[in-house]
């Protein structure tokens, strides 16, 4: 996700460019479209990154890119460059030598199009808005569809890492994972 904004953005590619020295911000994923998650995604098409959206987002996305930022100029209108969006259906998979990460469109209650991550190697599974790991994690609405999602790909023994809490361990949040 790119949270809030270009400063927010920005300051997050920075600290990835100097932990990384050389290395391009090659994609982006935006979990869905609400702007708490995408506010600074213009900031990384600038990079060059690829975006990635759950279906049906495309459009919209290619909406934003597109749209003049003349009062207060972003990097984008700064250094304009044609947006590269692709979008996930139900499944794709980002994998190099070093590592694998398994993106999953998820139908839920929140938002129509939300992708979950999984970082397959470390076994840790990126949800937001659904499950925020903070306490006890009640059984709702959100969590059974993230449970739904980890039962259909066959995902076991995970870290959940929730966009606005901490993280949480699969088997102990079981009961709010549940099926109906």
């Known amino acids: 996700d790119a949270p809030y904004g270009e400063l927010l953005s920005r300051l997050v590619i920075d ?3 100097a932990k990384y020295p050389g290395k391009p911000i090659k994609y982006l994923v ?14 990384y098409i600038a990079e060059g990154a690829q975006v990635i959206v ?3 987002d495309k459009a919209h996305f290619e909406k934003v ?3 003049p930022h003349t009062v207060a100029p ?3 209108q700064k250094k304009p460059m044609a947006a590269k969006i692709a979008e996930v259906k139900d499944q794709m998979t980002l994998k190099d030598d070093v590592g694998e990460i398994r993106l999953y469109n998820i ?7 939300m992708i979950i991550g999984h970082v397959v190697k470390d076994n840790i599974v990126w949800v937001t808005d659904l499950v925020s790991p903070r306490g006890e994690v009640e059984r709702n609405p959100g969590t059974i569809a ?10 076991t023994g995970a870290t959940i890492a929730g ?3 901490t993280t949480a361990k699969q088997a102990d949040i079981e009961p709010a994972l549940a099926q109906n």
């Open 65 to 67: 890119a597109r749209a």
């Open 163 to 165: 966009g606005h809490g």
């Open 107 to 113: 139908p839920n209650p929140h938002a129509q199009g």
């Open 15 to 17: 600290a990835a460019k």
């Open 74 to 76: 972003d990097d984008l």
């Open 146 to 155: 993230v449970g739904e999602a980890l039962r259909k790909y066959g995902v």
């Open 30 to 43: 935006l979990t869905h479209h609400h702007m708490d998650h995408t506010g600074g995604t213009r900031t």
């Open 54 to 56: 759950p279906s049906p």
